[in-house]
Nanobody, 121 residues
Framework: QVQLVESGGGLVQAGGSLRLSCAAS????????MGWYRQAPGKQRELVAV???????NYTDSVNGRFTISRDNAKNTVYLQMDKLKPEDTAVYYC???????????????WGQGTQVTVSS
């Protein structure tokens, strides 16, 4: 069974940095898309950044230039380096794995449990 473990969230002051990690474990053959979403109180979940197996990356405009997404296929892990954090970045951040090909042959998608990021002003 595939499990995702998120880490790296916390409380930082505006202008600070955090590095989020999301590691998947289980009988995984490959992962097509790895991404990060976030959900602030009272708001809908939104895409933050996505990276494909071929290296294509997309960022939402509000984080472009400040956040960097990367992946380590050998570790089945996706990272989100967040720099120059702003109070409006405060949210629960969720990792998402899509196009996960299991050793058994199935192709599925998974969500992490979420990690809280709080940026104080």
């Amino acid at each position: 069974q595939v499990q995702l473990v998120e880490s790296g969230g916390g409380l930082v002051q505006a202008g600070g940095s955090l590095r989020l990690s999301c590691a998947a474990s289980g009988s995984i053959f490959s992962i097509n898309v790895m991404g990060w979403y976030r959900q602030a109180p009272g708001k809908q979940r939104e895409l933050v950044a996505v990276i494909t197996s071929s290296g294509r990356i997309n960022y939402t405009d509000s984080v472009n230039g400040r956040f960097t997404i990367s992946r380590d296929n050998a570790k089945n892990t996706v990272y989100l380096q967040m720099d120059k954090l702003k109070p409006e970045d405060t949210a629960v951040y969720y990792c998402n794995l899509d196009g996960v090909r299991l050793v058994a042959g199935a192709r599925l998608a998974y969500w992490g449990q979420g990690t809280q990021v709080t940026v104080s002003s």
